[in-house]
T-cell receptor, first 111, second 111 residues
Framework: ETGVTQSPTHLIKTRGQQVTLRCSSQ?????VSWYQQALGQGPQFIFQ???????GRGNFPPRFSGLQFPNYSSELNVNALELDDSALYLC??????????FGPGTRLTVL | GQNIDQPTEMTATEGAIVQINCTYQ??????LFWYQQHAGEAPTFLSY????GLEEKGRFSSFLSRSKGYSYLLLKELQMKDSASYLC????????????FGKGTMLLVSP
């Protein structure tokens, strides 16, 4: 186990709703990265937080937003959910640019 | 941009050796990572190469040639539990460090 935890495990939402996913990083890690993994695909980078600030973002629209807290835990918020947002959402923690270790993921289904 | 290619599927027999290839084109190269992902689970870190050559870790070895944009993961003495998706990921540094993943290679180990 990596020591990275995510909640909830599974979630079902309908189109147009909003969702918040949570991640607790491994002890000693100060960087959290979020990824979206559609079925049969590799994870796609959403954004990264370092010391409570977003310091990098992938090709995702602004309705994907996040936060990092002083204890380095993090949230991913998605507004105005679309069917294509159905995926496994993974967070990974690291000590700055070192190896990233993944949490178990949140499976989001949008109906 | 980044482009990472790896075979979609491979099959092998228990006890055999299998090599999974990965080619990449990227800017800001910051290392080559291999992750293992069982169905419905999070990716788990297997190996990291930043310099050319072979890194060996038990039954798993990983090779990198930066000039050729090429890596492979070698799995020896295959076991049934090695049936999983193997993700090749390039570490990219563009002001911040993140991972760009290939689509993964699904390995099926049969008795």
């Amino acid at each position: 186990e990596t020591g990275v935890t995510q909640s909830p495990t599974h979630l079902i939402k309908t189109r147009g709703q909003q969702v918040t996913l949570r991640c607790s990083s491994q002890s000693g890690h100060n960087t959290v990265s979020w990824y979206q993994q559609a079925l049969g695909q590799g994870p796609q980078f959403i954004f990264q937080y370092y010391r409570e600030e977003e310091n990098g973002r992938g090709n995702f629209p602004p309705r994907f937003s996040g936060l990092q807290f002083p204890n380095y835990s993090s949230e991913l918020n998605v507004n105005a959910l679309e069917l294509d947002d159905s995926a496994l959402y993974l967070c990974a923690s690291s000590l700055q640019s070192d190896t990233q270790y993944f949490g178990p993921g949140t499976r989001l289904t949008v109906l | 941009g980044q482009n990472i290619d790896q075979p979609t599927e491979m099959t092998a027999t228990e006890g055999a050796i299998v090599q999974i290839n990965c080619t990449y084109q990227t800017s800001g190269f910051n290392g080559l990572f291999w992750y293992q992902q069982h169905a419905g689970e999070a990716p788990t870190f297997l190996s990291y190469n930043v310099l050319d050559g072979l890194e060996e870790k038990g039954r798993f070895s990983s090779f990198l040639s930066r000039s050729k944009g090429y890596s492979y993961l070698l799995l020896k003495e295959l076991q049934m539990k090695d049936s999983a998706s193997y993700l090749c990921a390039v570490g990219v540094n563009s002001g911040y460090s993140t991972l760009t993943f290939g689509k993964g290679t699904m390995l099926l180990v049969s008795p």
